[in-house]
């Protein structure tokens, strides 16, 4: 099965930025579509930006001209490049994957373990 790892979480002062990582390790796989998401506190989960391998994307309004998600298929790696952060980007962020097996039919999916964002002075 691929799973997904996570980084670049941590605690930031309003208008800074971060970038997080997420790789996926596994044999034999090529990864479709990427989707970050995040959970802040007392708050559902929810889409932040996703990509897909034919180069679309797409954002939630709220991060909308400072977040910017990236892809390198060579590192099986996804990016989100976070600026101008604000308390309320203030969550727990997951990746999200979805893959196929090389030759074979059908897509599976798997999550990231998540990783903190803190915005605060």
């Known amino acids: 099965q691929v799973q997904l790892v996570e980084s670049g979480g941590g605690l930031v002062q309003p208008g800074g930025s971060l970038r997080l990582s997420c790789a996926a390790s596994?044999?034999?796989?090529?990864?479709?579509?990427w989707t970050w998401y995040r959970q802040g506190p007392g708050k559902q989960r929810e889409l932040v930006a996703a990509?897909?391998?034919?180069?679309?994307?797409n954002y939630a309004d709220s991060v909308k001209g400072r977040f910017t998600i990236s892809r390198d298929n060579a590192k099986n790696t996804v990016y989100l490049q976070m600026d101008s952060l604000k308390p309320e980007d203030t969550a727990v962020y997951y990746c999200?994957?979805?893959?196929?097996?090389?030759?074979?039919?059908?897509?599976?999916?798997?999550w990231g373990q998540g990783t903190q964002v803190t915005v605060s002075s």
């Open positions: 999200y994957a979805r893959y196929s097996y090389n030759g074979r039919a059908g897509y599976s999916t798997t």
């Open positions: 596994g044999s034999h796989f090529s990864i479709n579509a």
């Open positions: 990509t897909t391998s034919g180069g679309s994307e």
